[in-house]
T-cell receptor
């Protein structure tokens, strides 16, 4: 079955540590996205990539970094510079970089807790 | 820039009752409009979308939504709610001019269904 796989599902880290969240898709989609979800705030865009080796900052990129070396992979690193990293992180992908053909498909998310 | 308002944070309905979740958007023209549903600890699933044409759109699981340009609204409805509909619902918009297909999400409405 085609889809988006995020790992790990749950992750704990100590303050000051960097952590990388994995996102892999086998849908052959060009565009990939990272969203952060906090209770009562909906989803906010962190980074997105429309093509391999290219990515752009979203609305809340500070303290995060990404890479897009392969079409199917878009890992997100939460750095120690992110002041409030505890959140639910969602990865998404779409076949095109704009609507109406580029519907977003979401993974099941990764919950990061900073201790 | 576009924005979305979901005025109801929580809604409780009885099983079998009708449901309407409100969504208002701000955008200079007609945007692309979406409703997503999220079960606890899961990713988002697309319920329905509006791009153009008929302003009443049908989605999965018996949901429908009506685009009303004059009210800048895209309310989600279901005639008879089932206990399995309990989840969080997100309205989202995307601009038609530039910006690729980045979605702007509302803050969500948590639906509780009483048996």
């Amino acid at each position: 079955d085609g889809g988006i796989t995020q790992s790990p599902k749950y992750l704990f880290r100590k303050e000051g540590q960097n952590v990388t969240l994995s996102c892999e898709q086998n849908l052959n989609h060009d565009a990939m996205y990272w969203y952060r979800q906090d209770p009562g705030q909906g989803l906010r865009l962190i980074y997105y990539s429309q093509i391999v080796n290219d990515f752009q900052k979203g609305d809340i990129a500070e303290g995060y970094s990404v890479s897009r070396e392969k079409k199917e992979s878009f890992p997100l690193t939460v750095t120690s510079a992110q002041k409030n990293p505890t959140a639910f992180y969602l990865c998404a992908s779409s076949s095109r970089d704009r609507f109406p053909t580029g519907e977003l498909f979401f993974g099941e998310g990764s919950r990061l807790t900073v201790l | 820039a576009q924005s979305v308002t979901q005025p109801d944070i929580h809604i409780t309905v009885s099983e079998g009752a009708s449901l309407e979740l409100r969504c208002n958007y701000s955008y200079g023209a007609t945007p692309y409009l979406f409703w997503y549903v999220q079960s606890p600890g899961q990713g988002l699933q697309l319920l329905l979308k509006y791009f153009s044409g008929d302003t009443l759109v049908q989605g999965i699981k018996g949901f429908e939504a009506e685009f009303k340009r004059s009210q800048s609204s895209f309310n989600l409805r279901k005639p008879s709610v089932h206990w399995s509909d309990a989840a969080e619902y997100f309205c989202a918009v995307a601009g038609r001019r530039g910006g690729g297909n980045k979605l702007t999400f509302g803050t969500g409405t948590q639906l509780k269904v009483e048996l």
